[in-house]
């Protein structure tokens, strides 16, 4: 998300401008989460709007035609059925991420300027090859938490200095896969914030917890076909290195689930405004000068985003439609739950996201279409568990699927081939993470059923 390493030249001619233009709307954005008006909403409306025409032209080729597509879509749909306003009501709707977005960027600047980066950097000098490998895999999945795969800047040129490409290979693929399980319940990824909104009657911390347990089943996964002579007091050893990050981590991710169950607010809206209210706290303890490296940065990051706001404007405006759409509430209502319900539609879901992901259309449209179809009918499935499995499908594409940021990252920060991380064995521990995430989903569902 805004990573430096996927600019392009057009991108830095028109850096400042896009950057200073999001930091309006972030600004105007949390001014109206927290005092909602509506000349500000429509301010901020409209310098969203400029700021996306500028990111059509700078995005990435491939997300471009997937925005063009998305919308044009939703625009047909919506002529169609007659409900122009639904298209015009789901850009409302994606306004929030012009709120979450730039908050979770600023967490990653304030993040890099931590100190606490440089003793994790320290930690891991003495870790064998299944140490490195596993140090990598829970670093890229701790720190990838809040930073994305901004993780992987951080993390690659400690533990691949003078790795041959053979170990640059396992290092990259075992990053990608952190960051991806980390998807699965981090509430700073826009996978768990996108899915959440389909269904929004889903407490935050619900999620996270189904998520974290997904989670866990694909560390294991890993683990097990990917550094099975690591002991337990090598595991343990590798993981205590993390223990700089840890606290902070733990502070930020309270303060959000903190403010989503007292306060009643959204995912989204606690992540977009408590995260800047503890990164400003922490950056008055670091002092001035850490706080003018935190602005550049965190300028620059806005300047560079641009295919997340496109893809998730698009798909918010996509799923606004097909859930006013009366076909879409016949159909939810009219499929019959003998046919597919409970475990078989959950495994269903996760097939066909993580299907498409290969082929390279972005799980959050499968979502955004499939997700208010399944929610307005009644198959058996717990709203928290719904969403989890839609989030689990996002995160293991990520982790697998060569369209992917974490793949894309991944190669350019560790200098490997995008052909050698998406590999037979790294298709395996996709099925096989599937398989026992399927499995445990299963379980919760009966157990929240039950």
Do not use: K
Not at 112 to 118: D, G, H, K
Not at 169 to 179: D, F, M, N, T
Not at 298 to 315: H, K, N, P, Q, Y
Not at 418 to 441: D, H, K, N, P, W
């Amino acid at each position: 998300m805004g990573d430096a390493l996927l600019s392009d030249a057009w991108s830095e001619r028109v850096a400042r401008p896009s950057g200073v233009l999001l930091a309006g709307v972030w600004i105007g954005g949390l001014v109206e989460l927290v005092h909602p008006m509506r000349p500000l909403a429509i301010v901020v409306g409209v310098a969203l709007a400029v700021f996306l025409g500028l990111a059509a032209l700078r995005a990435s080729a491939h997300i471009r035609v997937l925005f063009g597509f998305v919308v044009g879509l939703a625009a047909v749909l919506a002529w169609w059925h007659g409900l122009p306003g639904t298209l015009l009501d789901g850009f409302r709707r994606s306004q929030i991420f012009g709120a979450f977005l730039p908050s979770v960027l600023f967490l990653r600047a304030t993040a890099e300027s931590s100190p606490r980066l440089a003793r994790l950097r320290r930690g891991m000098g003495d870790l064998d090859r299944a140490g490195a490998q596993n140090w990598t895999l829970y670093g890229s999945h701790v720190l990838g938490a809040v930073l994305n795969v901004g993780a992987m800047s951080v993390l690659a040129p400690v533990v691949a200095q003078g790795a041959d490409s053979a170990r640059r290979r396992a290092l990259a693929a075992s990053s990608a896969r952190g960051v991806g399980t980390a998807v699965m319940w981090s509430p700073f990824f826009v996978a768990m914030g996108f899915t959440s909104q389909l269904v929004p009657q889903v407490p935050i911390w619900q999620i996270m917890a189904v998520g974290s347990g997904l989670a866990v089943v694909c560390l294991v996964v890993s683990h097990v076909m990917f550094t099975p002579t690591l002991g337990a007091h090598a595991f343990a050893q590798s993981l205590a290195r993390l223990r700089p990050i840890a606290a902070p981590m733990t502070v930020v991710i309270v303060a959000v689930v903190g403010a989503n169950a007292m306060l009643g607010w959204s995912g989204l809206q606690s992540v977009s405004l408590m995260v800047p209210l503890c990164c400003v706290l922490y950056i008055a303890i670091l002092g001035a000068t850490s706080a003018r490296q935190v602005a550049r940065r965190t300028l620059a990051s806005f300047a560079r985003l641009a295919d997340e706001l496109l893809i998730v404007t698009g798909a918010t405006m996509l799923a606004t439609v097909v859930a006013a759409l009366p076909e879409a509430h016949a159909m939810g209502a009219g499929l019959d739950p003998g046919f597919a319900s409970g475990v078989a539609l959950i495994a269903a879901l996760i097939v066909v996201l993580v299907a498409l992901g290969l082929a390279g259309l972005h799980p959050m449209i499968g979502a955004g279409i499939v997700l208010p179809v399944i929610a307005a009918g009644s198959f058996g499935i717990c709203p928290a568990v719904l969403v989890a499995a839609a989030v689990f499908a996002w995160g293991l594409s990520a982790s697998i699927s060569p369209w992917t940021l974490p793949i894309v990252a991944a190669s350019l920060n560790f200098q490997v081939p995008v052909r050698e991380l998406v590999s037979r064995q790294m298709l395996l521990f996709g099925l096989a993470c599937a398989t026992g995430g399927i499995a445990y989903l299963g379980l919760v569902n009966a157990l929240c059923n039950g």
